[in-house]
C-alpha cells in the first residue's frame, strides 16, 4: 500500500488590487504592492492544504535532509519537487511586477488626462461667463435703447402727453452713453472673447470707464424713487396706463414687459451684477494665468464702485428728507408736537443758550464756517441781481408802453420829427422787444432757477445746525443707544455731504453768475449795434449829419441841455398850475367864526381844514373841509407836533397838523406899514392897484413907481416866495393860474419866482434920494 503524497501546487495566483483612479505618483504606489505581495506570498506558505506545517518549514527541512545525507531516496524526490514549485513562485513574482508597472503608468496617463480635463472644462466655464458679459451688455443696452427711443417718442405724442415725462428718464442717457462706450471699447480691439487677450481688453476698458460708470449710475439710482412714484401716479389714471401698457408692448413685444419699470429698473440691477460676473470669471481663472492680478483689480474695482454708489444713494436720501421746505399750518404744527419733540426742541434751546452765554464750547469746524459764509454772500449777491434784473425789465416795459410816435405833434412836413417816428417805432416793435425777451430767457430765467436752487443748501445748513445740538449732548458718551447713533450718523452725514456738495454747489453758481454778467454786457452789446444800424440808415436825412464828430457832439450836448431847460421849465408851470394856493369861500356862519377867533386869537393863529378830519382819539376833534379853526398849540400834552390843540370856536381839541392851512384874510386891511407914507392924492392908486377893475395897471409900466412888500411873508411851499417889507419885487401876474386875483406871481431879488397875497403888495413912486424925501 503506498503513502499518499502531499499534492503539490500547480500553480500560485495572487490576486491583486486594482489601481486606484486618482492622481497619485506611481513610485508611491510601488511599494505598498509590493508589500502587499508580500504578506500573500507568506500568507500561502505558511500552511498547505491539510494545515499541519508552515512552508518555511519544510524548506529548512529539505535543506536539513540534503545536508544530512536522506536515508532513502523517496525523501530526496520530495525535496526536489518542493525546490522546482518554488522556482516557478519566482517566475510569477517577476511576471506580476511589470504588470504593476505597467498599471501604475496607465494611472499617471489618465491622471494627467483627468488634469487636463479640469482645466479646459474650467477654460469653458471662464469662457462662458465672459460671454455671459458681453453679450447680456449688448442685450441691456438694446432693451434701454428701446425705452428711450421708441417708447419715449412714443409716449410724448400722446394728447396730451404724461406729466413730467422727461423726470421719467432722467439721466438714463447717460447710463445709455457709458454702456455703449464700454461695448465700443472691446469692439475696437477686434479680439473675440475666445482670445487669451480678450481678458485684459475687458478688465481695461472697465477700469478705464470705472469713474464714468459711478458718476452716470449713482445719479440715476439716487433718482430712482421719484421714478416709480411717477409712475405710480400714472398708474392711478387708468385711460393714460392702457396706452403706457399698449406702446410698451408693442414697441418690445419679444420680452412681454407691462410697465416701465421693468426697463427702467435694469440699471439698478445691472451695476449690483458686474461683480458677480467679474467673480465668476476670476473664480474660474487660473492663478497663473497674466492677467489674474487685473482681473482681481477689477473685480474688486466693481465692489468699491457699488460701495460708494450706495453711499451716495445714502446721502442723497437724507438730503431730500431734510431739505424740502414744508408748509405747514398752525393745526398741523399742534398735531405733531408730542413730549419727544418737545424735549428735544428744550435741549436744543438750552444747549443754544449755553453756546451764547459761553457755558458750554461749540464745536468750531473752520472748513464748514467758510463754506457757510460763502454761501450766505452768494445768497445775497443772487437775490439783489435778480431784483436789480426785475427793476431793468419793469422800466423797459413802462418805456415799451409809451407809445410816443403814435401823438401828433402838428409838425408834418419835418424831417426830423418823421425820422424820429420811425426809428421809434422800430425800436419798440422790434428791437426792443426782442431784447427784453432775449433778457428774460438768458438772465431773469436762470437766475429764478438759481434762485429755488438756494433753498435746499439753506435748509441742509439750517439742519445741520439743529443736529449739531443734538450731537454735543452725546458726543462724550462712552456708550450709545440705538436713538443716539442715529442722531449721530445723521449729523455726520449731513456735515459730510455739506463738506463735499457746497463747494461745488458754491462754485457752480459762481460761474453762472459770471456767466450771466458777461451775457447781460453781450446782449447791450448787439443792442448798441442793433440800435446804430438803425439810427445809420436815417443819419443822411437829418440836417446835422455832415457836421465832423467833434462839431457834432457839441451841438447835441448843446441841444440835449436846452431841451432840458425847456422841459424843466414847463414841468415847473406844471408844478405851480396844479399847487397854486386856492382860498375856499366862506359862509356867513364861518365869517361870523372868523371874526370871533380873529378877535380872540388873532389874525395870525387862524388856520383853515384842508381835508375831512375825524376824531380817532381822546380829545380828538371831528371837523369837516374848509371850517376855520385857531390854533392854540402846536403840540399835544405829550410833545408830539403832529397833533395841535385848535379852538373851534367853542370847541377846544387836538387836529393834524398835516391837514391845517395857514388862511389869509383877503377882505382885511393889512396894517399901516412903517416903511413907506403914500403921497396924498396916489392911495386911490395904492387901494385899487391889484383888483380885477384895475388889472390892466398902466402904472406898473410907469418908470416912476414901483411895486414893493408892505409886509414880511415867508413862504410855505415851493410854489410860494418869502420877501421881507420894503422889498422891490417884479409882478409876473397879478392873478394866479385860476385867475384867483387874492394872490400874485412876483419875482423877487435873486431871481426867485413864486407867489404871494396881493394884499401885501403896494406900489410907490420912484425915490431918487434919501428915505423920506420926495
Known amino acids: 500500500m503506498e503513502v499518499p503524497r502531499r499534492p503539490q501546487p500547480s500553480s500560485f495566483t495572487l490576486p491583486l488590487p486594482k489601481p486606484a483612479s486618482s492622481a497619485l505618483s506611481p513610485l508611491a504606489k510601488k511599494e505598498p504592492i509590493k508589500e502587499k505581495l508580500q504578506e500573500k506570498m507568506d500568507r500561502s506558505a505558511d500552511k498547505d492544504q491539510f494545515g499541519e506545517e508552515t512552508f518555511d518549514t519544510e524548506e529548512e527541512s529539505a535543506v536539513s535532509v540534503f545536508v544530512e545525507a536522506p536515508a532513502d531516496t523517496s525523501e530526496l524526490e520530495d525535496t526536489n519537487s518542493r525546490l522546482s514549485s518554488r522556482d516557478s513562485f519566482s517566475d510569477g513574482s517577476s511576471i506580476s511586477e511589470e504588470r504593476l508597472a505597467e498599471e501604475a503608468e496607465e494611472a499617471k496617463k489618465k491622471s494627467e488626462e483627468e488634469e487636463a480635463a479640469a482645466k479646459e472644462r474650467a477654460a469653458q466655464r471662464q469662457l462662458m461667463a465672459i460671454e455671459e458679459l458681453v ?178 444713494k445714502r446721502f442723497r436720501e437724507v438730503a431730500d428728507k431734510y431739505k424740502k421746505t414744508e408748509t405747514l399750518s398752525i393745526k398741523d404744527k399742534i398735531n405733531r408736537l408730542n413730549t419727544h419733540s418737545i424735549a428735544k426742541k428744550t435741549a436744543r434751546i438750552s444747549q443754544y443758550i449755553k453756546h451764547e452765554t459761553g457755558m458750554a464750547t461749540k464745536l ?200 432840458a431847460r425847456r422841459l424843466e421849465t414847463l414841468c415847473r408851470s406844471v408844478e405851480d398850475t396844479f399847487t397854486g394856493p386856492v382860498v375856499q369861500p366862506l359862509s356867513p356862519s364861518s365869517q361870523r367864526r372868523l371874526k370871533q377867533l380873529t378877535g380872540k386869537h388873532g389874525s395870525g393863529k387862524i388856520y383853515q381844514v384842508m381835508g375831512a378830519v375825524v376824531g380817532s382819539r381822546d380829545l380828538d376833534l371831528n371837523l369837516a373841509k374848509g371850517e376855520l379853526v385857531a ?71 410907469q418908470p416912476c413907481f414901483q411895486v414893493i412888500a408892505a409886509y414880511d411873508f415867508t413862504a410855505r411851499g415851493n410854489h410860494e416866495v418869502s420877501v421881507r417889507a420894503g422889498e422891490p419885487v417884479r409882478v409876473l401876474e397879478a392873478h394866479d393860474k385860476r385867475g384867483n386875483p387874492e394872490w400874485s406871481l412876483v419875482e423877487a431879488r435873486g431871481g426867485q419866482r413864486g407867489y404871494v397875497p396881493s394884499n401885501y403888495l403896494t406900489i410907490m413912486p420912484m425915490r431918487t434920494g434919501p428915505i423920506g424925501t420926495f
Not at 158 to 186: E, H, K, N, T
Request: aromatic share 10%.
Open 631 to 701: 390854533v392854540i398849540s402846536e403840540a399835544d400834552t405829550r410833545g408830539d407836533k403832529r397833533r395841535w390843540l385848535v379852538d373851534a370856536g367853542g370847541r377846544r381839541g387836538y387836529a393834524p397838523a398835516s391837514k391845517l392851512l395857514r388862511y389869509h384874510q383877503p377882505t382885511e386891511e393889512p396894517p399901516p406899514s412903517p416903511h413907506l407914507s403914500p403921497p396924498e392924492g396916489k392911495t386911490g392908486i395904492r387901494r385899487h392897484s391889484y383888483t380885477p377893475e384895475s388889472r390892466p395897471m398902466k402904472v406898473v409900466s
Open 135 to 312: 453679450q447680456s451688455e449688448r442685450n441691456y443696452l438694446r432693451l434701454l435703447q428701446v425705452s428711450t427711443v421708441t417708447i419715449r417718442s412714443s409716449l410724448q405724442k400722446l394728447q396730451p402727453p404724461p406729466a413730467d415725462l422727461d423726470s421719467m428718464f432722467l439721466y438714463i442717457d447717460d447710463v445709455i452713453d457709458v454702456s455703449g462706450r464700454l461695448i465700443s471699447l472691446l469692439d475696437q480691439k477686434q479680439v473675440k472673447p475666445g482670445d487669451p487677450r480678450f481678458l485684459q481688453t475687458l478688465c481695461d476698458s472697465f477700469l478705464s470707464l470705472s469713474s464714468d460708470i459711478e458718476t452716470a449710475y449713482r445719479e440715476y439710482l439716487a433718482n430712482y424713487n421719484n421714478i416709480t412714484v411717477l409712475e405710480n401716479s400714472y398708474k392711478q389714471k387708468e385711460a393714460l396706463w392702457n396706452d403706457i401698457v399698449r406702446i410698451i408692448k408693442s414697441s418690445a413685444p419679444e420680452v412681454n414687459a407691462t410697465s416701465l419699470s421693468f426697463f427702467l429698473v435694469m440699471p439698478v440691477q445691472r451695476i449690483a451684477r458686474y461683480p458677480l460676473l467679474l467673480q465668476t470669471i476670476q473664480k474660474h481663472t487660473d492663478k497663473t494665468h497674466p492677467d489674474y492680478s487685473l482681473l482681481e483689480q477689477t473685480a474688486h474695482t466693481s465692489i468699491a464702485l457699488n460701495c460708494r454708489i450706495n453711499e451716495y
Open 364 to 563: 468750531v469746524d473752520e472748513e464748514f464756517d467758510a463754506l457757510e459764509g460763502f454761501f450766505y454772500v452768494l445768497e445775497h449777491g443772487i437775490l439783489q441781481l435778480l431784483d436789480n434784473v426785475e427793476i431793468y425789465l419793469h422800466h423797459l416795459q413802462g418805456f415799451l408802453a409809451c407809445k410816443t410816435e403814435e401823438f401828433d405833434f402838428d409838425m408834418d412836413g419835418e424831417k426830423a420829427p418823421i425820422c424820429y417816428k420811425e426809428i421809434t417805432t422800430a425800436l419798440r416793435q422790434w428791437i426792443l422787444p426782442a431784447f427784453e425777451k432775449r433778457m428774460r430767457t438768458l438772465i431773469h430765467k436762470p437766475l429764478c432757477a438759481l434762485r429755488d436752487l438756494l433753498v435746499g443748501p439753506r435748509n441742509l445748513i439750517r439742519k445741520r445746525l439743529d443736529k449739531l445740538l443734538d450731537y454735543e449732548l452725546i458726543c462724550d458718551k462712552s456708550s450709545l443707544n440705538y436713538d443716539e447713533q442715529a442722531v449721530a450718523n445723521t449729523y455726520r452725514t449731513i456735515n459730510t455731504l455739506l463738506l463735499n456738495e457746497l463747494p461745488q454747489f458754491n462754485g457752480l453758481a459762481l460761474q453762472m453768475i459770471w456767466s450771466m454778467l458777461g451775457t447781460f454786457s453781450c446782449l447791450h452789446k448787439d443792442l448798441s449795434s442793433e440800435m446804430e444800424q438803425l439810427f445809420q440808415s436815417f443819419a443822411q436825412q437829418l440836417p446835422h449829419s455832415s457836421l465832423d464828430p467833434r462839431p457834432f457832439w457839441s451841438w447835441a450836448e448843446s441841444a440835449v441841455l436846452e431841451g
